[in-house]
Structures are given as structure tokens and as C-alpha cells.
């Protein structure tokens, strides 16, 4: 056996505080090591050839390099192992730098001590590591995008459009999602439903997609290349002979507040969500039409002349497999009335920034809206960098969707007072400053300071925000006519949902989590499922779009091949020691174990491809027949001795 | 090194949640007391009470077993089981006399480096005051807590 052992100064990062010289005169002493080397750089091109070099060289039969985390650069290395003719698996990593340098950096001595147990740690797993290689895998073309906001829109038309075979899901009635409801997009003022609508009627026209409304992803079990997707579609009431002429609308006695249009205008209990709504068909809410509530009407179906309405239609389980996974689930606006001192819900002109969207959208299209009045105020961060709230973060789009809505206030009657109160004013992207010093110009008022209250005149209504200037250093109490409330982002109900059914892991605010915030930041910890948009954390209409094709990228990469490569650490079982028990079949959450009789004798057996290769198994055996591949008792022993100081020294 | 006076700790650390919040500690340059040494298996449910016990007998003065959250296992149930197995090896311990904190169950996830270092400091202290394992020969009695 011949070991090399490769010491990474991490350009200071780990030879700062890790006395190198110490380390590598240590590991030379070790047993079965022939090689120990030193360099700034491991990963650099020059690190990485000196262990391909030196294992052709010298024929070392097993590496260690010490540095970060394998988690960072472990994949670097065992491709570069496998590049030597070696199995990727002989090799380990000593994580020197995030689990020894960085957190020890006070206490230098006791680094390069710990350094030597972890650097001996890995010698000792890698000389009991065993020859594995990685196995192929078919993978086919199938893709699930779960929610037909921009997001799942933009990812669904990119592998469409790349030949892949796509399920989108969407729950509402229509896709579109949030951006549909916006009147313009900052900081080019393109109307939103303009960019949007073709894009949205691109879907049910692309061949490769398959569209699924009013629709939601209910279980999801399998593994990447084999996911097993069951959908839950709820019924429309309405069949594919509607033809959208709108009789049956005009026959419902039900009224209901127009949630697109946020209460703005009223609809009924039958009625197409919105005028660019895809697919446009009609829809029942079940919930508040009379039929399902009381047995009655039907008036809908009576004078529907296309016999469209059909109340027998029953919910029904769409069973698909799919090889990969988008998850676009997007985000719900914050509930305005969690935060109680601005008395949303209770003082009559207090709105949110999306009602003022559809506001503004009316105004502009003469249609009928409520007064906006002559003095507008904006509060900013309304559920967001809130800790009283417990939102931390910050939703990224209000200080500009407030410098949009202000500035198009400002436009169509310049008379009117329009003012900004923000924490702080983040202009962050492309033309966002610009955009925002040209509010500035046309009179739009930004002041910095946290409303502290909020006080409705109980007679005419208005009301009066008080805050403090804390730029001019003075307390401002103001009377207005209209206060919005630019609410932020938090992790859509969809989104919750989802996470519980792929079993995602979600960041602090409980948004999906990426696999890498900088290298990985569509991947997730879940193989061959990616995120996108809203569902990630708060980002603009750019950003989403750019994270879309991003996921359908990251996507394609996996299927395009037709075959992808499985880790071989899965379990293994030892005929010989195996009493037959069954235990490991009970623990297995994979199905992955069954048992069989062999030689007149019953013994477990791992089906490799199921099998994830969590080791539960291995642990729970009784008489150690069931072993992890590159997790073996034997080796996880030798490391705790190692890392005791047992071994040489 | 038999008379060093520095405590021993071994930790457990599965793959995807307490590993990954380990580096997150040490990304964040949150300073902890070096006398932890970190094995990494991919699951919690890896480790085997009979794992925890070698390493309590090679000279271990505590055993940390980390995992992900219940709910955030990425093998599904793995962490429940970890769960039931450490509360059974707790209960192993009292009866061979040894302080059962000397094994912890702590639930870390990637994103918590914060919490990474409380516990690791928390435990080293708290094995600091036990002092190491003495199984030959000594009385059990000095154990019990």
C-alpha cells in the first residue's frame, strides 16, 4: 500500500494558524505513507497535477489531501483520482480548514494538534477504503415543474423548447401567477400583462407540455430518473366545450370580491379569473356556488348553450413519473394585518401595494377604482427586516415596486403629494439608482425613518402617519388620504406544501434551501431536484426569470446524457453472517431490502439502485452482515481510534 | 498523550445536516474549543450504539451523535431512528454505571453554525467537569451524576 498525503495551505487560509511543516513531518512518519507534499493551492491546476503526477509516478495506490471541506472540493479531487486510473473511492479528504483553522484560529497549537488527528483520521479510513466505482444509470426526458408562475412558465417553455417532456402544475384555475397582477414592471415601466400574456399562451402551445390547473402535487416517492408523481386535480365544473361566452356569468346570482382585482370589482360564482387567464375557460367555486352549498340553481348549466357545465366532474389522481424536478412554487405576499400597529383591515384607507397595483391599472384603463386622493404615503418594509414579526430578511422588490408606484402616481396627476418612508432605500440592480433618482426628480418624497403609528380621523377618515425623520432629525406627524403599505415576500402556503412532499430542507426564513449558496444555487440537497424563483427567497421579475432557465439548465444537464452516475456507497450484506432476521428491512425508508432464500438459507439483499445509502441498515443489523460501502464498521472504528490519538504516533 | 489533560470528544456529524452546520460554524469563523474531533457518516443513523460505546472505550470522555432536524432527515426517517437508538444506549449506560451525558443527541442543521458551537462548547465543558472515562477498575459509583 502506498499513500500519498497532499497538505493545502489554502493561500493562508489553513497556513495562517496550521503549523504545515508539523503536519507533514508527521504524516511522513505514518505507516503505508510514501508521499507528502505541501501547496498553496491543492485545487488549483498545478495541486491537482501533482497528485495525478505522483500516482503514475510513484504508483501510489491511495490519497489524502488535507484541506476543506469535502463538501467544497471533494468531488475536485476524486475526479482527479479517477483521472490516475484510480477508484475515486480510495481517496479521503481532512477537513482542515472549516472544521480545524477557522473555528480554532485563537489556539494555534491546538489547530496543528487536531490537524495531525484529522489528517491520521483519514489514513486510517482510506487504508481500509475499498476499490468502488460509480454505476451508470438510465435517465429519461421527464420534467415536473411545480407552479406556473413566471418562474415555472419560464422553466417550463426552456425544456420545452430543448425537447424535454414537461408536467407543469399549477393549483389556481390559470397560470401567471402573482406577476399577472402587477400594473408595471420597474425600472423600464413595461406593462406587466403585456410581457407576460405571450408567454403564457406559449404553454399549452408548446408540443412538449403537458399543463395541469387547478391542479396540485400530492405525493411524490422514487428518486432521481424514477420519481413516482401523483397529482391531485380538482374539478372545474366546466368541460372542454366552453367556449368562454360568458352566458352562464351572466346568470349567476352569486357576487363575490374579485381576489385578482384584490376587492376592486366584484365576480361571480362562475367566471374566468382574469382576461389573460390560461387556459381560458370557465371555472365554479365550488365553496360559494349555491348548487354545491344548497342543492339549488344550476342556472349556469341551464343556459350554458355548449352543454359545458358538468357538476358530476369528481377530483381526480393523475399518476405521472418524471425524472427530474423544478419546484417554482413562488411566494405569498405578507398579511398585512399580522402587523397590528398599522391597522390593516381596520382603518378604511389603509391598502397594500398590490391592491394600488390593480389600482393603478384601472386608473389607467378609465375603469372604476376607489379614490386615491391628493396625498399618498408609502411605508416600507412591512413584513420585511422585521424582527418583531420574526421576518429577518429582506424581500429585495419594495423599495422599488414603491419608487414604480409613486412615480406613476406622480405622472397621471403631478398635483399629488406622494411620499416614501423607508428603512432604507435599495436600489440594488441595473437601473434601479437611475430609476430611482428620476422618482426623486418628479417630486416623489423619500424620507428615511420607521412609521411608528399610524391614527384614521374617525370622521373624515384619513389618517395620520407619525415618524421620525431620521436623516433631518425631526418627528413628523402628516395627514394623508391613502397610506399603502409595501408589503414584502414570505414562503408561499404552496411552498410549505411542497417542501413537506419532496422533503426539502428550507433556509432560516423558511424559503427552499439551494445545495450551494454561490456554486449550486438551483440544485438542492434532494438529487436531480432544482428550485427557482420566490420559492428560494424574495427576488425581482429579472432574477426569477434568470433562476428559471438557470434550473432548467442545471435540469438538462442531468437527463441530456440519457445516463447518470449513482454513488456507490450503498449497503452491502454478507451472506455468510446474515441470520436472516429482516431487521434491515424494517428500517430501510427506501424499500430497498427484501429478503430471499439462497442455498436453502433466508438472507437479506440490497436492491443497489434503491438504495440511498444512509447506512441505517448497517447500524441496526445484529451480527454485522450488513455493512456501507465506504461506511464500514471497520472503518468508521479505525477513524474514532485515529481521531483518539490510538493509532502511531 | 495518556496523561493530557484536554478532554476527548468524538462527533458524530451526519452528512447533509450537523456536517454541513459544522462547516457553516467554521465558515463564520465562530471560534470553538478544539478538543472535538468530527467522523462523518451520511446519516445519524449510521452510528451504531456499538460505535458510540468503542469510542467511549478507546478513550473518549463524550460522544456527540448530530443530525438533521426531525422532520429534515434526507433519508427520510433516519434521525428517528438515531433518536430511539441513543435513548436505548442512555439507558445501557446507567446500567454499566456510566453518566449517561456522556452520549448527547443534538439536532443541527446545515444553516445553524450558531448552534454548532454552542453545543460543542457547551459539551466540552460540561466533559471537562466529568473528566475522562475510567472503565478498569474503578468504581462506577464515581459516575453516577
Redesign the interface.
Known sequence: MKIGVYVCHCGGNISEVVDIKQLTSFAEKQSDVAIVRDNAHMCSDVGRNLVLEDIKKHNLDRIVVAAC????HGKTFMDIVKKAGLSPYLFEMA?I????S??????PE??T??AK??VN?GIAKVKLDESLERKSMPIGKRVLVVGAGIAGIQAALDLGDAGFEVFLVEKKPTIGGKMAQLSRTFPTEDCAACILSPKMADVPSNPNITLFTNSEVEKVSGFIGNFEVTINKKPRYVNDNCVSCGICEEKCPVKLPNEFEQGLTTRRAIYVPFEFAVPYKYVIDEPNCIYFQKGKCGNCKKVCPHDAVDFEQKPEKIEIKVDTIIVASGYDIFDASEKKVYGFGTNENVITSLEMERMIVHEAEGRPTRKIGNRIAFIQCVGSRDEQIGNEYCSRICCMYATKLSQLLKRTDPKRDVYVFYTDLRAYGKGFEEYYKRAARTGVKFIRGRVAELIEDPETKKVTVKVEDTLARQIIESEFDLVVLSVGMQPGEGTGKIAEVL?M?R??GGFL?EAHPKFKPVDT??DGVFICGCAQGPKDIPDTVAQASAAAARAIRLMNKGEYEVEP?TAVVDEDLCSGCATCVS?C??DAVKTEVKDDKRVAKVNEFLC?????C???CPSGASQ?HW?M?SQ??A???A????EE? | ?KSNP?P?I?AFCC???S??G??A???S????K??F???????S???????IL??LK???WGVLVAGCHP????????NY?THK?IALLKDLLKELGIAPQRVRLEWI???EGGKF?KVVNEFIDEMSVLGPLELKGQPAAKEAS
Request: hydrophobic share 35%; with cysteine; aromatic share 8%.
Open positions: 471541506s469535502p463538501q467544497f477537513n480548514r472549516e472544521q480545524c477557522w473555528p480554532h484560529f485563537d489556539e491546538l489547530a494538534r487536531k488527528d484529522l483520521v422533503r430542507t433556509s432560516p434551501q440537497l434532494n456507497i428500517v425508508p427506501y440511498q445509502g444512509c447506512g441505517s448497517s447500524a441496526a456501507q461506511f464498521s468508521l472504528k477513524m474514532v481510534g481521531a483518539l490519538g490510538e504516533e | 498523550m484536554d476527548k468524538i452528512n447533509w445536516c456536517y454541513a459544522a462547516d460554524a467554521g465558515t469563523r465562530l471560534q470553538m478544539p478538543h474531533r468530527i467522523v462523518r457518516a451520511m446519516c443513523s449510521r452510528i451504531d450504539p456499538e460505535l468503542d469510542a478507546k478513550g473518549a422532520g429534515d432527515c434526507h433519508y427520510v426517517t433516519g431512528r437508538r442543521s446545515a444553516n458551537q
